[in-house]
């Protein structure tokens, strides 16, 4: 996450083949980032100890770049990291879903 937000504060120049969407690229970085943070502690539950100290986390990236000379602040951006952690999380509780029918059928 430190050099999350190192990177999110450099100026960085993608060839234009490479681009990708700026909010394609936070929600997956943000879902990868759930996912790590479900990995690493049991706590529960997951809004409060895991999801929300990734939504401050990613405001906090924001306000960085807004005082960034070659970056933006974007509520959007935010938004976006918002959408990665809310697709892990409905992702993985889909699958434990599925899971849990199929033991009741067994």
Excluded at 32 to 40: H, P, S
Excluded at 51 to 58: A, D, F, N, S, V
């Amino acid at each position: 996450m430190i050099v999350g937000a190192w990177v999110a504060t450099r100026t960085l120049n993608f060839p234009e083949t490479m681009e990708l969407n700026d909010k394609v690229i936070h929600i997956v970085v943000f879902f990868g980032f759930a996912v790590l943070m479900d990995l690493a502690t049991s706590r529960h539950p997951f809004w409060l100890w895991k999801g929300l100290p990734l939504l401050i986390y990613g405001i906090i990236v924001e306000v960085m770049q807004y005082y960034s000379p070659d970056r933006s602040f974007s509520l959007l951006d935010w938004v976006a990291d918002f959408s990665g952690i809310l697709l892990y999380f409905l992702i993985k509780h889909t699958l434990l879903w599925i899971a849990s029918i199929r033991s009741i059928d067994d």
